[in-house]
């Protein structure tokens, strides 16, 4: 194909892909030129729109590519960019292309390339479609070159790929890994497939309409895709299951709907239409992989007799387990996803903390070790390989192969050798777990012990199902401590009124069941406690609809709601005084407690107790404050102090003083009117000269 051809074919692609403005159609007609290379452009533009990145990311790259061969030309285009694309072209310069780069250079370029991530991961994502393209070019025989580069593709590429959840450019680097380290297996495996191709695609066609008709039938919403197993794919199963016959997802069909509740229904239907293979039905839903993949996959036998296993998941899931860390760029969400991909790869950050210090080789090396580190893989005394977080535990191995075997776990031999079940796991570890059908069944501290959620869960079902009796005595003692903590009964909180409307909430018919989910461990007795507790204040505590109480004395003195007549007193951990911020605490038998607004111990109080507070001004009110005083040394400090505050014919009721080195410090309670006088007589002994600190405080003196 000429170069013209070319052209027009990347302008017909990225004008399909992207709905372009007359102005950037212009940009992109202004870009493209014979001279650039046009067939690395091209794929590298494929991968991009697979992906799914955005106008900016490919203005960007190809403005870039033009910067190699007409930089003149590519500056004047770049005034016609936005601010954001002329950034990334800036970035794209750091990062060189891959060929012709020494062994120091390469590691220079990672460190920049990872430097780049930190601050904007679609470059990234363009230099890896990039490795892609130069690793689909290499044929053999390999150069040392060639095969320096491999390696690296192997310890820094596919491992950055999978991380970041582009599984489609991972995949494509996977595929010519073994097309140039095993080039005879791998022309096989794909002599194979490409016979198999159309056979496969027959019995893919008549399983889509199945599932069609049942989507229909069930009247679900859904999308229907189907493939291949990727050759690399193949070519690694086949190195534990040494027949290709044994693998049973060479061919795999989607079903992707709105829902959880779909993807469950149209399960149901799927073995319905076809018998599901032993073993091979795994939930990923309910229980999600380790890096948050969410799937419900089945094998099942299909009309050739041969396996085929269906996925079952919903967009969400879909667009999560293909695009991964990545798909808030992919689908235009950076303002309000960024944060969620600064949390996913924290590794990264951890690793860019080295960056600085380290040189670019040592940098590579730390970082080949961390792609490889916090998975260990343990196994079976008959082969069979189970993938662990650091830290697993001898307990998490058992649950692995299966909830019984968990349960019945006694002991467990590591290499042939008798070890405690809190054992850390190793990475090559072989495991043989020890069972007893006349166990118990496992302690509670197995949770401690525990390290993976799936283990952790099974634990727990085995304390729900199991030992239901012992469950509901152990809920009802803690309910018992709790409601006795709180100041209520039983009978005042558990009565028919408040459970019918409780117990819907948390799925539950009987209370029964409450205290068997409290006692198991799998319900908080505080999350349920105070629903009922939320109940009874409001049909206790606040009767009527007002929600603010007016606060003033009587003639006898006593402190009241204005309106209600309901009995107010002072908090004595704030001292509130007239002019103050305040709020009340409905108390029980103990009428309604005034507490300053900023108060440090409303956050140990109930909040639904809680309600707003003001003050009726009368002039007969009057308040206890204490006020703190600093002062340096003196002989006269104390007679100065309570001079100045008489002379202001305001009564003092209280004094506390001591010297501490070389200074004076002193609590004045003093009786006010409010808020306004208290800080008068404050800054009228902030005006004496030794004085250096005068402050409120919450002491009674």
């Not at 999978?162 to 794909?190: C, F, I, Q, T, W």
């Not at 399960?267 to 239409?273: D, E, F, N, P």
């Not at 697993?392 to 349960?407: C, P």
């Not at 309106?563 to 038998?589: H, K």
Request: aromatic share 6%; net charge neutral.
């Amino acid at each position: 194909m000429d170069s013209n051809n070319k052209i027009s074919v990347i302008k017909e692609k990225i004008s399909q892909y992207l709905q372009l403005s007359s102005n950037d159609l212009k940009i992109v007609e202004l870009i493209l030129c014979d001279e650039m290379n046009l067939s690395r452009c091209e794929d590298i533009l494929d991968n991009m729109i697979n992906v799914k990145l955005d106008k900016s990311s490919i203005l960007a790259f190809l403005t870039y590519q033009l910067y190699k061969v007409k930089p003149e030309v590519a500056d004047k285009i770049s005034e016609s960019l936005t601010q954001e694309e002329r950034e990334l072209v800036e970035s794209f310069k750091l990062i060189k292309d891959i060929q012709n780069l020494t062994p120091s250079e390469e590691a220079d370029d990672i460190k920049k390339m990872f430097l780049a991530l930190s601050k904007d991961v679609r470059i990234v994502i363009i230099k890896l479609a990039g490795i892609v393209y130069d690793i689909k070019t290499l044929e053999p025989p390999l150069s040392e070159k060639d095969n320096s580069f491999i390696m690296l593709v192997k310890e820094i590429h596919i491992p950055l790929s999978e991380r970041l959840g582009l599984d489609s450019l991972k995949l494509a680097m996977d595929d010519n890994v073994v097309r140039l380290e095993h080039p005879k297996e791998y022309e096989e495996l794909r002599l194979y497939m490409e016979q198999e191709q159309e056979k496969n695609n027959e019995q893919l066609l008549i399983t889509k309409e199945h599932i069609t008709k049942a989507l229909a039938d069930l009247k679900i919403h859904g999308e229907i895709r189907y493939r291949q197993k990727h050759i690399s794919s193949i070519y690694k199963k086949l190195q534990a299951k040494h027949s290709i016959d044994k693998i049973y997802d060479l061919l795999a069909m989607r079903v992707i709907v709105d829902t959880v509740e779909e993807c469950y229904a149209i399960l149901g239907r799927v073995h319905q239409i076809y018998k599901p293979m032993p073993g091979r039905v795994k939930d990923y839903i309910a229980n999600p992989k380790p890096n948050g993949y969410q799937s419900l996959h089945t094998t099942v036998i299909v009309e050739n007799q041969h396996p085929l296993e269906i996925q079952i998941r919903t967009f969400e899931m879909h667009r999560a387990g293909e695009f991964g860390n990545c798909a808030h760029w992919l689908y235009k969400e950076k303002a309000s996803k960024k944060d969620e991909l600064d949390n996913r790869v924290t590794w990264l950050r951890e690793a860019m903390d080295n960056a600085e210090t380290l040189s670019p080789e040592e940098f590579v090396e730390t970082l080949k070790a961390d792609f490889y580190g916090g998975v260990i893989f343990c196994q079976t005394p008959k082969g069979r390989v189970i993938e662990f977080p650091e830290g697993a535990t001898a307990i998490d191995f058992a649950y692995a192969i299966h909830s019984d075997i968990g349960n019945r776990c006694v002991g467990v031999k590591i290499n042939s050798v008798m070890k405690p079940i809190s054992t850390q796991l190793k990475n090559g570890d072989i495991i043989e777990v020890l069972t007893n059908p006349n166990s118990k069944g496992p302690s509670r501290d197995w949770l401690n012990i525990a390290k993976t959620n799936s283990a952790r869960s099974k634990i727990r079902a085995f304390f729900k199902n199991e030992l239901k009796e012992e469950n509901i005595k152990n809920g009802k003692t803690l309910f018992d401590i709790a409601l006795k903590d709180k100041g209520f009964t039983a009978s005042q909180l558990f009565t028919e009124k408040y459970l019918n409307e409780v117990l819907p909430k948390l799925t539950m018919k009987e209370i029964d069941e409450l205290y068997a989910a409290v006692g198991s461990g799998s319900l908080r007795v505080e999350q349920s406690l105070g629903k009922f507790i939320s109940l009874w204040n409001k049909d206790n505590v606040v009767k009527s609809e007002r929600t603010v109480v007016s606060v003033r004395k009587n003639k006898d003195g006593v402190l009241i709601d204005g309106d209600s007549g309901m009995l107010v007193r002072y908090a004595g951990c704030c001292n509130p005084i007239e002019g103050d911020e305040i709020i009340g605490y409905v108390s029980r038998g103990k009428g309604v407690t005034i507490h300053r607004h900023n108060c440090s111990n409303l956050k140990y109080l109930e909040p639904e107790r809680l309600i707003n507070a003001t003050w009726e001004t009368k002039e007969e009110n009057s308040f206890t404050a204490t006020i703190h005083v600093i002062a340096d040394k003196s002989n006269n400090n104390i007679a100065k102090l309570t001079t100045l505050i008489t002379n202001m014919k305001v009564l003092i009721t209280g004094f506390d003083a001591k010297d501490i080195g070389d200074n004076f410090i002193c609590d004045i309670a003093v009786s006010v009117k409010n808020k306004a006088e208290l800080e008068k007589v404050m800054n009228s002994v902030r005006t004496l000269k030794n004085v250096t600190q005068v402050s409120r405080s919450d002491r009674w003196i």
